[in-house]
């Protein structure tokens, strides 16, 4: 049977605050334990929650950002657990009227094509603590620095239909939080987790099948293999007959499988009401407007205005808008260099092919935008050849200076003087009788073929520094 | 001294006619002499007391005292107090020492008061009787084998005992006005979000409001004017601006109508406690006041709306208690479960317990829309009626309490008629007005307090109407103690 997969998301983004969603504690990663944890991070008795403006700023970016509905009048409620990692016994969220309500998201696919992915609704939140269950001989120790620290949940519409889907929204979604500046993103910190829910149909159906809820996916790898491992198990329970449990499943990244949570881990009645500390969250049109009118260009923006006016296709246009500090570097080389394919292709393979490899982020290239512009200005002046300056900008990557610099230094500059090009072509049509016999007897289509040979053999004497344009215009003058 | 009102006493300071050490010490002593047969006190805080009388002193010699600069007070227990054991009259947090102050007790200190002690209460000031407390009942002075009310029955016995001159208590539904109307003393619970609950533990978040006991309404208004205003940190808290409630007290009543809801009136009022309510009435009619009938018709939801609720509340509210980071923990427990259920068996009481049982289902799924969503449907109701009572009149009156205190033990063992004290207070919580609760007799040897209700933020009015009724009548003078009279 031909299956197919309905995905849904639920994204837990930190946002960016410097203080706790409630309370004045800072939010920064990586503090002693217990150390970023007041008395209302500790649910200490008579501590109130104080709403952090600066989180619902943010949630409003991220509506705006997906063209969502703003829950003019948004709630908190209690979700009610026990956990030692949730100090009050309630995790203050928003349930029924979240700030964010429905909106769209369109998501770029590897072969070109692109997709809708409905957004059901965000809400605001705060983070639990963390409980380290090693170093403590066999006691947990509780780390409250987390908790409080502003969330906000973003939960998809079952749009999603197969592992590279996910991926390509998660990483729109990432792309949109970067933009907007309410996130760090950072994934491998937390700054972004992933439930999925994720479930069965035959090919061609309409109805829903039974889902399982993959729970805390850290990263875009792990998010890909556990959606392939699911559809696996899911898929041998079917076709074997049998039915898929709801249930809670955990990916555990060492042994690359799912497996059923403890049904301790799983609370089934979060009792939900209204949080009495807390007013309503009311904001008004101009507040909205004043959020709006300070909005970045978006990625999907940025991306429209890099295929209209750079010509790039949808593709490079999306991989090249992905951040906004590529996307600035990219316009900053294309500005220096007046041409946007070529400069599309520098950033995109050799530049990002370099990053890739030494794991830089763009901000960290050793190239500046203005460098890999001239680069690309001496290509177009023909100073240099497309293969020689791919020497230029390994130097150039080792710290060696600007091109003009390296190539001047090794001599690299291309050969354009028409006598010295005049005197290789002879050599080479002189040593090579046999093949200008060829070509002198061949027809149209071979020639172009054979001609290629004659270019090769000059580019060889010229060490690739002949310009190829003028040594195609002699061989076809002396070839007669 | 102890037979002086907080006005008396600050003119007194004022006057040097005595020190804020002489006067501190003097109340520790009572204190410590009596208080062993009313129990109202759960800790005495004499050697910081007295070293902030020295400082209050001085101040006193300077030139920026305040009204309550020099003045003990007693607090009752759900107020967070710096370094003192906040108990919350439970087992749960006996060990509790808070590293901060409540807003209200913060405001106290920047006055120069001094805190006298902790009081005693019903545990997490869930109850009417303060029978259900970790460091046992409260004996009313007035009668040592009745109860002195609840929650806060510490705080009135205290000042009814003549053992401070002022306290603070908590009303979530009649706590500061009930055991005031028992102990024959003034309770005023104020709008709610009038006085900060930063630093109050919290019962019923959207119920709890903190106010002043003390003898007579001028007092009351000495200390709310330092209690009430905006905090930042309590987002319930109110913006609207506070006025010096000592103002308007001598206001003449000429001209005010008081509106006397018939539900209040009617079945289970004692006909003692009724006698004494008509006769305030008459007294405040004499003074210029119009009587009018009118009708709280959803009065009869008001209970049940209350108790589920405020337990809805409290069940969540009390999570926090698990035994992680303070307060009681059960020893060796041998895994989470068993810690979180031990620690909350041995730290709480049954009437807490049962509370919480209540709230969790009455929050459970399935059962939200049969009883917390239509509670929250009768509250508005309630408060509607209030909102259209008060478009024909200026306040509303009746009697605080059914009937008088009532024998120690009496109603421990039946919840419901416990809960049935609290009729004529509860509504006034789940509509969030100020309520005052003023001595307006005697039956049998027993206060009886008459209640009145105004507006939200109209707490001078309640002030004013509880003066000039106190500058007409003596009940507020009366002490069960040695002494005789104020």
Same mark, same amino acid.
């Given at each position: 049977m =031909?299956w197919?997969?309905?995905?849904g998301?639920?994204?837990?983004l930190?946002?960016a605050?410097?203080?706790?969603?409630f309370?004045?504690s800072?939010?920064?990663?990586?503090?002693?334990?217990?150390?970023?944890?007041?008395?209302?991070?500790l649910?200490?008795?008579?501590?109130?929650?104080?709403?952090?403006?600066?989180?619902?700023?943010?949630?409003?970016?991220f509506?705006?950002g997906i063209?969502?509905?703003?829950?003019?009048?948004?709630?908190?409620d209690?979700?009610?657990?026990?956990?030692?990692?949730?100090?009050?016994g309630?995790?203050?969220?928003?349930?029924?009227?979240?700030v964010?309500?429905?909106g769209k998201?369109?998501?770029?696919l590897?072969?070109?094509?692109?997709r809708q992915?409905?957004?059901?609704?965000a809400?605001l939140?705060e983070d639990?603590g963390k409980?380290l269950?090693?170093?403590?001989h066999?006691m947990s120790?509780?780390?409250?620095?987390r908790?409080?620290?502003?969330l906000l949940?973003?939960?998809?519409e079952?749009?999603?239909?197969n592992?590279?889907e996910?991926?390509?929204?998660?990483?729109?979604?990432h792309?949109?939080?970067?933009?907007?500046g309410?996130?760090d993103?950072?994934?491998?910190e937390?700054s972004?987790r992933?439930?999925?829910n994720i479930?069965?149909?035959p090919?061609?159906?309409?109805e829903l099948?039974?889902?399982?809820?993959?729970?805390?996916v850290n990263?875009?790898?792990?998010?890909e293999?556990a959606i392939?491992?699911?559809?696996?198990? =899911?898929?041998?329970i079917?076709?074997?007959?049998?039915?898929?449990?709801q249930?809670?499943?955990?990916?555990?990244?060492?042994?690359?499988?799912?497996?059923?949570?403890?049904?301790?881990?799983?609370?089934?009645d979060y009792?939900?009401? +209204?949080e009495?500390d807390l007013?309503?969250v009311v904001i008004?049109e101009?507040?909205?407007?004043?959020?709006r009118r300070?909005?970045?260009e978006?990625p999907m923006?940025k991306r429209?205005?890099?295929?209209?006016q750079?010509?790039l296709?949808a593709?490079?246009?999306?991989?090249?808008?992905d951040?906004p500090?590529?996307?600035a570097?990219y316009e900053t080389?294309v500005?220096?260099?007046?041409?946007?394919?070529?400069?599309?292709?520098?950033?995109?393979?050799e530049?990002?092919?370099?990053?890739?490899?030494?794991?830089?982020g763009?901000?960290?290239?050793p190239?500046?935008?203005?460098q890999?512009?001239?680069?690309?200005?001496?290509?177009?002046?023909?100073?240099?050849?497309?293969?020689?300056?791919?020497?230029?900008?390994e130097?150039?990557?080792?710290?060696?200076g600007?091109?003009?610099d390296i190539i001047?230094?090794?001599?690299? %500059?291309q050969v354009?003087?028409?006598?010295a090009l005049?005197?290789m072509?002879d050599?080479v049509i002189?040593?090579n009788?046999a093949?200008?016999e060829?070509?002198?007897?061949a027809?149209?289509?071979?020639r %172009?073929?054979?001609?290629g040979?004659?270019v090769?053999?000059?580019?060889k004497?010229s060490?690739?520094?002949a310009?190829p344009?003028?040594?195609?215009?002699?061989l076809?003058?002396k070839l007669? | 001294?102890?037979?002086?009102?907080?006005?008396?006493?600050?003119?007194?300071?004022?006057e040097?006619r005595?020190s804020?050490?002489?006067?501190t010490q003097?109340?520790?002593?009572r204190i410590?002499e009596?208080?062993?047969?009313?129990?109202a006190f759960?800790?005495?805080?004499?050697?910081?007391?007295?070293?902030?009388a020295?400082?209050?002193d001085?101040r006193?010699?300077s030139?920026n005292a305040?009204?309550?600069?020099?003045?003990?007070?007693?607090h009752?227990?759900i107020f967070?107090?710096?370094?003192?054991r906040?108990s919350?009259g439970s087992?749960m947090?006996?060990?509790?020492i808070?590293?901060?102050?409540?807003t209200?007790i913060?405001?106290?200190?920047?006055?120069?008061?001094?805190?006298?002690g902790?009081?005693n209460?019903?545990?997490?000031a869930?109850?009417?009787?303060?029978?259900n407390?970790?460091?046992g009942?409260? %004996?009313? +002075?007035?009668d040592?084998?009745?109860?002195?009310?609840?929650s806060s029955?510490?705080?009135?016995?205290?000042?009814a005992?003549?053992?401070?001159?002022?306290?603070?208590?908590?009303?979530?539904?009649?706590?500061i006005?009930? +055991?005031a109307a028992?102990?024959?003393?003034t309770?005023l619970?104020?709008?709610?979000?009038?006085?900060?609950?930063?630093?109050?533990?919290?019962?019923?978040?959207?119920?709890?409001?903190?106010?002043?006991?003390?003898?007579?309404?001028?007092d009351?208004?000495?200390l709310?004017n330092?209690?009430?205003?905006?905090?930042?940190l309590d987002s319930?808290?109110?913006?609207?601006?506070?006025q010096?409630?000592t103002?308007?007290?001598?206001q003449?009543?000429?001209?005010?109508?008081?509106?006397?809801?018939?539900?209040?009136f009617g079945?289970g009022?004692d006909p003692?406690t009724?006698?004494?309510i008509?006769?305030?009435l008459q007294e405040l009619?004499?003074?210029?006041?119009?009587?009018?009938?009118?009708?709280?018709?959803?009065s009869?939801?008001t209970i049940?709306?209350?108790?589920?609720?405020?337990?809805a509340?409290?069940?969540?509210n009390?999570?926090?208690y698990?035994?992680?980071r303070?307060?009681h923990?059960?020893?060796?427990?041998?895994?989470?479960?068993?810690?979180y259920t031990?620690?909350r068996?041995?730290?709480f009481?049954?009437?807490? %317990?049962r509370r919480?049982?209540v709230g969790?289902?009455?929050l459970?799924?399935g059962?939200?829309d049969?009883?917390?969503?239509?509670a929250q449907?009768?509250?508005?109701?309630?408060?509607d009626n209030f909102?259209?009572?008060?478009?024909?009149?200026?306040?509303i009156?009746?009697?605080?309490?059914?009937?008088?205190?009532?024998?120690?033990?009496a109603?421990s063992?039946? +919840?419901?008629a416990?809960?049935?004290?609290?009729?004529?207070?509860l509504?006034?919580?789940?509509?969030?007005?100020?309520?005052?609760?003023v001595p307006?007799g005697f039956?049998?040897g027993k206060?009886?307090g008459?209640?009145?209700?105004?507006?939200?933020f109209?707490?001078?009015?309640?002030?004013n109407?509880?003066?000039?009724?106190q500058?007409?009548?003596d009940?507020? =003078?009366?002490?069960?103690?040695t002494?005789?009279?104020?």
């Amino acid at each position: 049977m =031909q299956w197919e997969t309905v995905i849904g998301l639920e994204v837990h983004l930190q946002l960016a605050t410097r203080s706790k969603i409630f309370s004045g504690s800072p939010t920064t990663f990586g503090a002693e334990p217990n150390t970023q944890a007041s008395a209302v991070d500790l649910a200490m008795p008579g501590m109130l929650p104080v709403l952090n403006e600066q989180a619902v700023r943010y949630a409003v970016m991220f509506g705006l950002g997906i063209g969502a509905s703003i829950g003019m009048r948004s709630v908190f409620d209690r979700k009610n657990y026990f956990y030692p990692d949730l100090p009050k016994g309630y995790q203050i969220s928003q349930f029924a009227e979240p700030v964010v309500g429905a909106g769209k998201f369109e998501i770029q696919l590897e072969d070109g094509g692109s997709r809708q992915i409905g957004i059901t609704r965000a809400h605001l939140e705060e983070d639990a603590g963390k409980s380290l269950h090693e170093d403590f001989h066999g006691m947990s120790g509780i780390d409250l620095n987390r908790a409080g620290t502003p969330l906000l949940e973003i939960v998809s519409e079952p749009d999603i239909r197969n592992a590279a889907e996910a991926v390509a929204y998660l990483k729109a979604l990432h792309s949109l939080v970067i933009y907007l500046g309410i996130s760090d993103g950072n994934m491998a910190e937390g700054s972004m987790r992933c439930d999925i829910n994720i479930s069965l149909r035959p090919m061609g159906s309409k109805e829903l099948g039974t889902r399982a809820e993959i729970k805390n996916v850290n990263s875009f790898r792990f998010v890909e293999r556990a959606i392939r491992h699911e559809f696996e198990r =899911q898929a041998e329970i079917l076709e074997s007959g049998g039915r898929v449990v709801q249930e809670t499943r955990l990916y555990d990244a060492d042994r690359d499988e799912t497996r059923p949570m403890r049904s301790k881990e799983v609370a089934n009645d979060y009792r939900y009401f +209204p949080e009495p500390d807390l007013l309503p969250v009311v904001i008004d049109e101009a507040y909205v407007e004043e959020v709006r009118r300070g909005l970045p260009e978006l990625p999907m923006d940025k991306r429209k205005r890099f295929v209209e006016q750079y010509q790039l296709s949808a593709y490079d246009a999306s991989v090249l808008s992905d951040s906004p500090a590529l996307a600035a570097y990219y316009e900053t080389v294309v500005r220096h260099c007046s041409d946007a394919k070529i400069a599309a292709n520098w950033v995109q393979v050799e530049l990002m092919g370099q990053l890739n490899k030494h794991e830089l982020g763009i901000n960290d290239s050793p190239v500046s935008a203005q460098q890999l512009g001239e680069l690309i200005v001496r290509i177009l002046d023909h100073s240099i050849s497309g293969k020689i300056a791919k020497q230029v900008f390994e130097a150039m990557w080792q710290g060696e200076g600007n091109a003009d610099d390296i190539i001047e230094a090794r001599g690299l %500059k291309q050969v354009s003087d028409s006598g010295a090009l005049e005197s290789m072509v002879d050599e080479v049509i002189a040593s090579n009788a046999a093949q200008v016999e060829q070509y002198l007897a061949a027809d149209e289509a071979k020639r %172009k073929k054979l001609l290629g040979f004659f270019v090769g053999q000059i580019m060889k004497l010229s060490k690739g520094q002949a310009n190829p344009q003028m040594v195609n215009q002699l061989l076809a003058k002396k070839l007669t | 001294m102890h037979t002086q009102t907080v006005a008396q006493l600050a003119q007194g300071l004022r006057e040097k006619r005595f020190s804020s050490v002489e006067l501190t010490q003097h109340f520790c002593s009572r204190i410590e002499e009596l208080d062993p047969i009313y129990n109202a006190f759960i800790t005495l805080n004499k050697d910081a007391a007295l070293a902030a009388a020295a400082a209050a002193d001085q101040r006193l010699a300077s030139d920026n005292a305040t009204a309550l600069t020099g003045i003990p007070i007693a607090h009752k227990d759900i107020f967070c107090t710096l370094g003192l054991r906040t108990s919350c009259g439970s087992r749960m947090l006996d060990n509790f020492i808070p590293p901060y102050d409540a807003t209200v007790i913060k405001r106290f200190n920047e006055a120069g008061a001094i805190i006298l002690g902790k009081t005693n209460m019903d545990e997490f000031a869930m109850g009417s009787s303060n029978e259900n407390s970790f460091y046992g009942a409260v %004996k009313n +002075p007035w009668d040592q084998t009745t109860v002195p009310g609840g929650s806060s029955g510490g705080s009135a016995a205290a000042v009814a005992a003549l053992l401070a001159p002022a306290a603070t208590g908590t009303d979530t539904g009649g706590s500061i006005r009930q +055991p005031a109307a028992f102990c024959g003393i003034t309770g005023l619970k104020p709008t709610y979000g009038r006085v900060s609950r930063l630093g109050m533990v919290a019962y019923a978040s959207s119920l709890d409001q903190g106010g002043p006991m003390a003898h007579t309404a001028l007092d009351c208004a000495l200390l709310l004017n330092t209690m009430a205003g905006h905090d930042p940190l309590d987002s319930t808290s109110a913006q609207d601006p506070v006025q010096d409630y000592t103002q308007d007290l001598e206001q003449p009543l000429k001209g005010l109508r008081i509106g006397l809801p018939r539900e209040y009136f009617g079945e289970g009022l004692d006909p003692g406690t009724g006698a004494c309510i008509q006769a305030a009435l008459q007294e405040l009619e004499s003074q210029g006041a119009s009587l009018v009938d009118i009708n709280l018709p959803n009065s009869k939801l008001t209970i049940p709306a209350y108790y589920i609720i405020a337990p809805a509340e409290a069940s969540t509210n009390l999570s926090r208690y698990d035994g992680v980071r303070y307060g009681h923990r059960c020893e060796d427990p041998g895994d989470l479960h068993d810690l979180y259920t031990r620690t909350r068996e041995e730290g709480f009481g049954d009437e807490v %317990k049962r509370r919480i049982l209540v709230g969790t289902y009455a929050l459970s799924a399935g059962y939200y829309d049969a009883y917390y969503k239509k509670a929250q449907q009768a509250r508005r109701l309630i408060s509607d009626n209030f909102t259209a009572a008060f478009e024909q009149v200026d306040i509303i009156a009746g009697p605080t309490t059914p009937g008088t205190a009532f024998p120690l033990g009496a109603k421990s063992d039946d +919840p419901v008629a416990m809960y049935l004290e609290d009729v004529y207070t509860l509504a006034v919580n789940l509509a969030g007005l100020p309520g005052i609760s003023v001595p307006a007799g005697f039956v049998d040897g027993k206060p009886v307090g008459l209640q009145l209700i105004g507006r939200h933020f109209a707490e001078a009015q309640l002030l004013n109407v509880g003066h000039r009724y106190q500058q007409a009548t003596d009940w507020h =003078q009366q002490a069960p103690v040695t002494g005789g009279t104020l």
